[in-house]
């Protein structure tokens, strides 16, 4: 099992910048693949960003390709996701997750998330 615990979120003007942290208990991190997720009112939650267990390999959703970059670091535990350009509509509850299996499917552990507001 793992934990996982969301930083970074906060209030930014629309065409600012933010970086959330996810920093993940146990020793097993390396061994599961990550991925941001979010949800705004009224909205289901949806996929925004994964990253392989290695972490050679990624993908975004399409709502945020070339604005966010996943990362992680496996020697500290923690996965980033940097994002830029931010839009009003990127307003939401940012979740970061973990998947034994692969970064488009299988995500078992949820962090409590951390919330992102972009003011127009």
């Known amino acids: 099992q793992v934990q996982l615990v969301e930083s970074g979120g906060g209030l930014v003007q629309a065409g600012g910048s933010l970086r959330l942290s996810c920093a993940a208990s146990g020793r097993t991190f390396s061994t599961y693949a990550m991925g941001w997720f979010r949800q705004a009112p009224g909205k289901e939650r949806e996929f925004v960003a994964g990253i392989s267990k290695s972490g050679s390999s990624t993908d975004y959703a399409d709502s945020v390709k070339g604005r966010f970059t996943i990362s992680r670091d496996n020697a500290k535990n923690t996965v980033y996701l940097q994002m830029n350009s931010l839009k009003p509509e990127d307003t939401a509850v940012y979740f970061c997750?973990?998947?034994?299996?692969?970064?488009?499917?299988?995500?078992?552990?949820w962090g409590q998330g951390t919330q992102v507001t972009v003011s127009s």
């Open positions: 997750a973990a998947s034994p299996v692969n970064l488009h499917t299988g995500y078992r552990y």
